[in-house]
């Protein structure tokens, strides 16, 4: 739909890009429908991202990733994923990618690291992030969770919500308080398996979109986690959340962005082909200016995107940086949402009508990974200090 040249890929890019359009195309678009009814997608799905390489791409190649530090490859997966429509493909394979895979990599141990990242690259391994708790959305420093130091090996305990990827999860970097008395200084960040005794999981929500993605609470009592299992050192976790969450709001951004483009290039479709007083909707000059709005927004967005991302591969990117841009693209996904319903007609509120998923799945992006309104108060800070 594009108008204006993207000039940040080079060839190895589009090649790339091709290839995983084809995986889509075959392997994650026919089962879309499939998985919304089951409420997650199938694992046999991550074993076939890890077998076409799409998994972990920039875990280094000893422990069996291709050591793509390029984030370019990583945005171009992302995009390929939104442009399908598929949301919930679309929100929990990137999180394992980009968002879980950097606190092992960034601050495992090499014990967890040899452990964990091969079967997070082969898709053995599924993972998930655990902050949120039912007390402690945005405001993480308020999170209940408790690990006690006990000589060789910590004992988890706490309850965790809205957990993307929960239900699949093997294994889950959480968030936990080592010392309360010390408030945001006092979290420190644990890796936890599926083979931990104690760690368990809830039913799948019944959430109002993203049917193909499991969310649910994680449990954890009394779990011994064992001391190689910490990442980086006790007390620093919510300065490593803060220095992640950078890329996880970027990641946020694209996706959102993508799943708009899907969501106009499904009404463009729709318009020229629905008639009306003898004509298309199309042709109709309020649809073709509607369409032309989003589409610059869109153009607009894409550029912008594409900025963060160079800047992203040169570290650049920071907190409010990614929180404007996390910010913008989901208010403009729920923006081309609405319209794009409403060019619908009633036809936009029936299920079976890719754009009307669409419109469900839109709304939770302005809520997860911080709330808009906590990007807002990010970008002030940033502008106002």
């Given at each position: ?54 998994l972990c791409m920039q875990a280094p190649e000893r422990y069996g990733g291709l050591a793509l530090e390029d984030f370019r490859f990583n945005a171009l997966f992302i995009e390929e994923l939104g442009l399908s429509g598929c949301s ?224 992203h591969n040169e570290k650049k990117v920071d907190s409010a940086m990614a929180s404007a841009a996390k910010y913008l693209m989901t208010e403009l996904q729920c923006e081309v949402a609405d319209e794009c319903v409403q060019l619908h ?35 002030a800070r940033k502008i106002l200090k």
């Amino acid at each position: 739909m594009f108008f204006t040249p993207r000039i940040i890929f080079d060839e190895e890019h589009l090649l790339f890009r091709q290839s995983v359009k084809e995986f889509v195309k075959r392997e994650i678009t026919p089962n879309n429908a499939q998985w919304e009814q089951q409420k997650m997608v199938s694992r046999e799905s991550w074993k076939k991202l890890g077998e076409n390489g799409f998994l972990c791409m920039q875990a280094p190649e000893r422990y069996g990733g291709l050591a793509l530090e390029d984030f370019r490859f990583n945005a171009l997966f992302i995009e390929e994923l939104g442009l399908s429509g598929c949301s919930g493909p679309a929100i929990g394979y990137p999180l394992h990618n980009d968002i879980v895979l950097p606190y092992i990599l960034h601050y495992g141990s090499e014990e967890a690291k040899i452990k964990y990242i091969p079967k997070m690259v082969s898709g053995d391994y599924i993972s998930a992030i655990a902050m949120t708790e039912p007390g402690a959305g945005s405001d993480l420093q308020n999170i209940k969770s408790r690990a006690i130091d006990q000589g060789g090996y910590y004992t988890l305990s706490g309850t965790k919500t809205f957990i993307t990827n929960g239900y699949l999860s093997d294994v889950v970097v959480v968030a936990a308080k080592t010392d309360p008395s010390k408030g945001a200084r006092g979290i420190s960040l644990f890796v936890v398996d599926k083979e931990m005794q104690g760690f368990t999981k809830g039913v799948p929500f019944k959430k109002v979109g993203l049917h193909a993605q499991d969310t649910c609470e994680l449990f954890f009592e009394e779990v011994k986690v064992p001391k190689k299992n910490l990442l980086g050192e006790p007390g620093r976790g919510f300065t490593y959340l803060m220095t992640e969450l950078a890329q996880e709001r970027l990641v946020v951004a694209l996706a959102a962005l993508a799943l708009a483009e899907f969501m106009i290039n499904e009404t463009i479709k729709y318009v020229k082909r629905r008639p009306a007083f003898g004509k298309t909707v199309a042709d109709f000059q309020n649809t073709r200016f509607k369409l032309a709005e989003l589409a610059a927004k869109i153009e607009q967005a894409r550029i912008y995107c594409d900025q963060l991302v160079m800047l992203h591969n040169e570290k650049k990117v920071d907190s409010a940086m990614a929180s404007a841009a996390k910010y913008l693209m989901t208010e403009l996904q729920c923006e081309v949402a609405d319209e794009c319903v409403q060019l619908h007609g009633g036809y936009g509120y029936m299920w079976d009508y890719p754009v009307a998923r669409a419109y469900a799945d839109a709304r939770v992006q302005r809520i997860y990974a911080g709330t808009n309104e906590i990007m807002k108060e990010l970008i002030a800070r940033k502008i106002l200090k």
